[in-house]
């Protein structure tokens, strides 16, 4: 049933209208993925969607495999399908669908347009079809097979699925207007021929469905109530409603376009993902950097960030493109609320407290996110020698400068305050350490005489750290429309998009993070220890999101 406290938007009143008025008692809806590549957020815009309003209104989602050409599909692109809706936190229980488990069924249809005189067989080239088909303004040129007898066509077409015929030597079309305003309608393509195995059906088929011809009728097969697709299919819409009548079906789905989602600094379609992981332009489908959902996980998005968005962006008819710091920063408020806190040092500084006595080690008790007292503590090990990051320090500070430098003080996070006493440099005159004294009375709270410390750092002690690999990830265009025009989004690549950093310090429990695992490394942002490289004593983490968000700033200027 609808949800009260939900925001409603055009979807959700058309579907409320056909409950009421009764032309609908159970809401189904479907996510029909073509498996010729790895889902993007685009399509998780659509699954959070199609699943969302299942759920919503006690209905059901079909997954269906819109597997209608064996060219391009693979069994990797199932799975991996498969795997994202799961992630993403949906569940088709048995509605699992293959457009390919239609293919006889719509066979037998299409013969009966045939023998009705709705469809023909043709031998002109692919090449031919387009260039009689016209233009907006000009009406299409009919084939010259467009009159050939039921009769004959049935017997040539039967002999296409035989394989008697060569590829591209014939197709089979729908009969409609070659006047028609809509392009869709000017005789369709409704099979053509290729002598290919398909991943599901082996070598049954040579001749295989049109993606308009096996949808709405597949559709139709599964009792799909409202299917919701993406605008450009706005005008092929009255080519499945003819479809439908001259089959004379009579279970009508309704179709509802809204717009896909755009992204800025993000390339969206399949085929342009494809090339990037194809010529090595990225290390994968899975790559940190690419806005697939595989690429979006293994980077450390979390799930209920992605539906957050896709709740956050709603749905319109009109094409609009997202900034990407609106996603970047529903990740940042779904870990900040989530994520524990823990010390990373990314370039060490070495630090010798000689106060502190050689060889002790005091095991401080610090919670995992101060606000939330259950997700318990770690032992922190301060000892003689921490490292510091490298720019927490400066030897002439500049103005405004919190940090540490000769003669200051500052706090190390949940430790003592500690006085800059010296800096060792090398031959090259490179600050290679700090020496330092820490004020005992400090652990717990202020300086006792009153005086203020300027600021906090991170710090991790020197002999019970453990060394790890970072990886900061950014953008991986450095334009907002890569691609767009005639622009060639190869040259558009941001160089810096990935920065590996060796030799970074954790504080010891982080070393062994589950793969997967996500915190916040203070004051630099959040990190997940990467699900496929990192090991037990070499962790590698991927940089999530910085701790920066420039959203507010972006949704002020367009407020203004
Ligand atoms: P692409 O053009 O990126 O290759 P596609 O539309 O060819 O995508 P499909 O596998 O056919 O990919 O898409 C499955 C479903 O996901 C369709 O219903 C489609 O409308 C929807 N979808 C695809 N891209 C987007 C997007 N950017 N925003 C919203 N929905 C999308
Ligand atoms: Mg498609």
């Not at 609106?326 to 630090?351: G, W, Y």
């Not at 906090?456 to 790890?468: D, E, G, K, Q």
Request: neutral net charge; contains cysteine.
């Amino acid at each position: 049933m609808p949800d009260e406290n939900r925001p409603t938007n055009f979807i959700r009143q058309l579907i409320d209208a056909d409950l009421a008025s009764g032309r609908v008692q159970e809401v189904v809806t479907r996510f029909p993925p073509e498996p010729n590549g790895y889902l993007h957020i685009g399509h998780a815009k659509s699954i959070c969607l199609n699943f969302g309003l299942a759920r919503d209104y006690g209905g059901r989602c079909h997954l269906r495999m819109d597997d209608t050409n064996p060219a391009k599909e693979e069994v990797e692109f199932v799975e991996s399908i498969k795997e994202d809706v799961r992630w993403l936190g949906f569940d088709w229980g048995r509605h699992e669908y293959h457009a390919a488990d239609y293919f006889e069924r719509l066979y037998a249809w299409a013969e009966e347009l045939v023998l009705a005189g709705k469809a023909y067989v043709d031998d002109q080239s692919a090449d031919a079809i387009r260039d009689s088909r016209g233009t907006l303004t000009e009406p299409g040129r009919p084939s010259p097979w467009r009159e050939r007898s039921p009769a004959e066509n049935l017997d040539l077409f039967r002999r296409m699925r035989a394989g008697e015929f060569p590829d591209g030597s014939r197709t089979l079309r729908a009969k409609i207007d070659m006047a028609s305003p809509n392009l869709n309608l000017r005789d369709p393509v409704m099979y053509r021929i290729k002598h290919q195995s398909h991943h599901r059906t082996g070598d049954a088929w040579c001749i295989y469905p049109m993606y308009d011809w096996a949808h709405g009728q597949s559709d139709a097969i599964e009792g799909i109530t409202h299917s919701i697709c993406t605008l450009e299919f706005e005008a092929h819409r009255p080519l499945y409603d003819w479809f439908l009548t001259q089959l004379g079906l009579a279970h009508r789905p309704r179709q509802i376009e809204f717009a896909r989602l755009n992204l800025t600094y993000t390339v969206m379609s399949k085929r342009l993902l494809a090339a990037l992981v194809k010529e090595g332009l990225v290390a994968g489908w899975d790559d940190p950097r690419m806005p697939t959902i595989a690429g979006l996980r293994r980077r450390g998005y979390p799930p209920e960030a992605l539906r957050a968005f896709a709740e956050r962006i709603g749905v319109a008819k009109a094409d609009s493109t997202v900034e990407v710091e609106l996603l970047e920063s529903t990740v940042r408020d779904a870990l900040n609320a989530s994520a524990p806190r823990a010390m990373c040092v990314h370039r060490p500084l070495k630090v010798v407290i000689e106060s502190w006595p050689e060889g002790e080690v005091e095991r401080i008790e610090a919670p995992w996110k101060q606000d939330a007292p259950e997700k318990g503590t770690r032992q922190l090990p301060f000892t003689r020698e921490v490292f510091i990051e490298r720019d927490d320090f400066m030897e002439v500070p500049v103005k405004g400068f919190k940090r540490l430098s000769p003669g200051k003080e500052v706090r190390l996070r949940y430790g003592y305050v500690v006085r800059c006493t010296g800096v060792v440099k090398d031959a090259a005159g490179e600050v290679v350490e700090l020496r330092c004294t820490h004020d005992p009375d400090t652990r717990t709270g202020a300086p006792k005489d009153g005086r203020k410390i300027g600021g906090t750092i991170h710090w991790v002690s020197a002999s019970n750290s453990v060394p790890a690999t970072l990886r900061l990830y950014d953008r991986l265009f450095q334009v907002p429309n890569p691609g767009a025009g005639d622009s060639d989004f190869r040259t558009q690549l941001n160089p810096a998009s990935l920065a590996v950093v060796e030799g970074a310090r954790i504080e010891p429990a982080l070393a062994g993070a589950a793969p997967g695992e996500r915190f916040q490394f203070e004051r630099k942002g959040y990190y997940v220890a990467d699900a496929k490289d990192t090991k037990p004593g070499a962790p590698v983490f991927n940089l999530i999101v910085s701790l920066r968000d420039t959203w507010a700033k972006i949704a002020a200027q367009e407020k203004q």
